[in-house]
């Protein structure tokens, strides 16, 4: 099970401060409290980039620069992790800070991992669907695709907010990726999104911060966030 988290960045802060406060602030804050991120199996943060021709999926990601998937075990820890004194006191107020109640969703997604993802994979889109029926086994055939360094489907449900589709596909994307044929099967691609995880295991100063351009490679240099 996962907690997905699109938030709309908050009036006047935008995106460069948007990323600055999930990295320097939210992000440590979240995993300095394990009564509320012990139970986490991933955390990870999105960064959208605006290189190449405007996405399909522009009107849907307006105002919304980031997105947050954590992964649970079950959806009692979603629950326990919300329902914590550290979110209540602490975590929770804080998201008023970088993102606007109205036009934030948050999603409840069930995975179907197609392709594990590869270490090396350093870029990621998005793939919205209005139908989850039948639609994992549909994108198994894009796994023999070049370039593919993972592919998972997750049927969606709404917690907060509204969202007009049942699925949410990620692609996690190796240079030579055909970026064209997997756009053509989906109804809305999204922005090449930024990675940013923060390790559930080594909380201190664990990280990886891997910007990737939307055209070509263009990785940058990794690093740490303490």
């Not at 999926?57 to 009692?76: K, M, N, Q």
């Not at 922005?191 to 990886?208: E, F, K, P, Y």
């Amino acid at each position: 099970f996962k907690l997905i988290i699109l938030p709309r960045t908050k009036a006047g802060l935008g995106r460069a401060g948007l990323r600055q406060h999930l990295e320097q602030v939210h992000g440590p804050l979240v995993m300095a409290h394990p009564e509320a991120s012990g139970v986490f199996l991933s955390y990870v943060h999105h960064y959208t980039l605006d290189e190449g021709p405007a996405p399909f999926g522009e009107t849907l990601l307006a105002e919304r620069d980031a997105v947050t998937i954590i992964r649970f075990a079950s959806p009692a820890d979603i629950a326990a992790s919300k329902g914590s004194a550290a979110y209540r006191d602490l975590i929770g107020p804080d998201e008023d800070n970088f993102r606007d109640l109205a036009g934030s969703v948050a999603l409840r997604g069930e995975e179907v991992v197609i392709v594990p993802d590869a270490a090396d994979a350093s870029r990621k889109l998005f793939l919205f669907a209005a139908d989850a029926a039948d639609r994992a086994r549909r994108l198994a055939t894009l796994a023999a695709l070049p370039g593919i360094g993972g592919l998972t489907h997750n049927a969606v449900h709404p917690l907060e907010g509204e969202w007009p589709f049942a699925a949410i596909d990620e692609v996690a994307l190796l240079p030579g990726a055909d970026e064209a044929a997997l756009a053509a099967d989906g109804e809305l691609l999204s922005r090449i999104w930024v990675r940013d995880q923060l390790s559930n295991t080594a909380r201190s100063n664990s990280g990886m911060d891997e910007m990737a351009s939307a055209r070509g490679v263009g990785i940058l240099p990794q690093q740490a966030i303490h």
